[in-house]
């Protein structure tokens, strides 16, 4: 009985430090399988998850059915648009948008509120893009954002083009065009149907354009090439004035400017009542005349050819010259 009694106590303590042992182990390791929960709040660098938040495309790209005839209007707060034509019965436009600096969240709250709409009516198709209050106004701190719409429409289509600052370009087309920018240059190649451009701040180059042209700029040249139109109005507040006619126009014509030389090409067979002069230069014909009262130095009044459509050609601050195409 005395050995059994003390054989029995051992065993019953190895047991219980068995189980105590088992027990232990997989709390232990419970324990440390189970992640700190605040380490996500406490991160420094405020990124968190890649997901945290979402940033709009900088390309938009849109497709709208149209007929020939129709016509696109286009009011922009910043931004260059460059249209093209080609033979197809749609109006495709692309927007794409470049941001300079600023961190993933400042680009994507930048594009968000860079807010783009798009509206069709029957064969009116309306572009609109401007930016939100919240991002009106410059600020140094700010990433900059740069604006570019790209279309194709079909050849006979209008344009009414607008932009607070860029460049305005449009080629190949028969249809009105109406171009504003506060900012920027306009281009125009090949337009068939009556033209009314003006900026703020930049050139103005018409090339081949057979329709009536009105063209002013508050601060920059203005070329014209091959113009083969009824009539020209183009002026500049600061710049020179060059035109170059293909042909007989059939209305009075005028190029005017405060600040540059006049410059104008015509063939040796057209004609037209010439009314030329300058502030502070000299006018000069390298075709014949036929001179009205007393030529002055600074100033030529007559017939060309018989007579014909006005030729008004005055300048505040530089030279007259017309020369033979």
Same mark, same amino acid.
């Given at each position: 009985?005395?050995?059994?009694?003390?054989?029995?106590?051992?065993?019953?303590?190895?047991?219980?430090?068995?189980?105590?042992?088992?027990?232990?182990?997989?709390?232990?390791?419970?324990?440390?399988?189970?992640?700190?929960?605040?380490?996500?709040?406490?991160?420094?660098?405020?990124?968190?998850?890649?997901?945290?938040?979402?940033?709009?495309?900088?390309?938009?790209?849109?497709?709208?059915?149209?007929?020939?005839?129709?016509?696109?209007?286009?009011?922009?707060?910043?931004?260059?648009?460059?249209?093209?034509?080609?033979?197809?019965?749609?109006?495709?436009?692309?927007?794409?948008?470049?941001?300079?600096?600023?961190?993933?969240?400042?680009?994507?709250?930048?594009?968000? =509120?860079?807010?783009?709409?798009?509206?069709?009516?029957?064969?009116?198709?309306?572009?609109?893009? =401007? *930016?939100?209050?919240?991002?009106?106004?410059?600020?140094?701190?700010?990433?900059?954002?740069?604006?570019?719409?790209?279309?194709?429409?079909?050849?006979?289509?209008?344009?009414?083009?607008?932009?607070?600052?860029?460049?305005?370009?449009?080629?190949?087309?028969?249809?009105?065009?109406?171009?504003?920018?506060?900012?920027?240059?306009?281009?125009?190649?090949?337009?068939?149907?009556?033209?009314?451009?003006?900026?703020?701040?930049?050139?103005?180059?018409?090339?081949?354009?057979?329709?009536?042209?009105?063209?002013?700029?508050?601060?920059?040249?203005? =070329?014209? *090439?091959?113009?083969?139109?009824?009539?020209?109005?183009?002026?500049?507040?600061?710049?020179?004035?060059?035109?170059?006619?293909?042909?007989?126009?059939?209305?009075?014509?005028?190029?005017?400017?405060?600040?540059?030389?006049?410059?104008?090409?015509?063939?040796?067979?057209?004609?037209?009542?010439?009314?030329?002069?300058?502030?502070?230069?000299?006018?000069?014909?390298?075709?014949?005349?036929?001179?009205?009262?007393?030529?002055? =130095?600074?100033?030529?009044?007559?017939?060309?050819?018989?007579?014909?459509?006005?030729?008004?050609?005055?300048?505040?601050?530089?030279?007259?010259?017309?020369?033979?195409?």
């Amino acid at each position: 009985m005395t050995n059994t009694q003390t054989w029995s106590r051992p065993q019953s303590f190895v047991v219980v430090v068995v189980l105590a042992l088992m027990s232990a182990v997989p709390l232990q390791a419970r324990h440390l399988a189970d992640p700190p929960p605040q380490l996500e709040a406490e991160n420094p660098s405020g990124s968190g998850s890649s997901n945290s938040f979402s940033v709009p495309d900088k390309r938009i790209s849109k497709s709208f059915s149209v007929q020939p005839g129709g016509k696109l209007i286009i009011d922009a707060d910043q931004g260059s648009i460059e249209v093209s034509t080609a033979d197809q019965n749609t109006v495709e436009l692309l927007v794409e948008r470049e941001i300079k600096g600023g961190s993933d969240s400042q680009i994507a709250k930048l594009l968000k =509120e860079h807010q783009v709409t798009f509206v069709q009516e029957g064969n009116v198709v309306r572009v609109k893009a =401007e *930016k939100t209050k919240s991002l009106r106004g410059s600020s140094w701190r700010r990433p900059s954002l740069e604006v570019h719409f790209r279309l194709t429409v079909p050849r006979q289509f209008d344009l009414t083009l607008a932009t607070a600052g860029g460049d305005v370009q449009a080629a190949d087309l028969q249809g009105k065009v109406d171009a504003r920018t506060s900012g920027g240059n306009l281009t125009l190649n090949k337009i068939a149907g009556p033209v009314n451009a003006r900026t703020s701040g930049g050139d103005i180059k018409a090339v081949g354009c057979t329709a009536k042209l009105q063209l002013h700029t508050s601060g920059g040249n203005i =070329e014209i *090439k091959d113009f083969a139109g009824p009539s020209v109005e183009a002026s500049t507040s600061g710049g020179n004035v060059s035109g170059d006619f293909a042909g007989q126009p059939e209305s009075d014509c005028s190029f005017r400017t405060s600040g540059g030389d006049i410059t104008v090409k015509i063939p040796g067979a057209t004609a037209f009542n010439l009314d030329a002069g300058t502030s502070g230069g000299t006018v000069g014909s390298a075709i014949p005349v036929a001179v009205e009262g007393k030529h002055r =130095e600074n100033a030529l009044h007559g017939t060309i050819n018989g007579g014909g459509p006005a030729l008004v050609l005055k300048t505040s601050g530089g030279d007259v010259r017309i020369r033979k195409r």
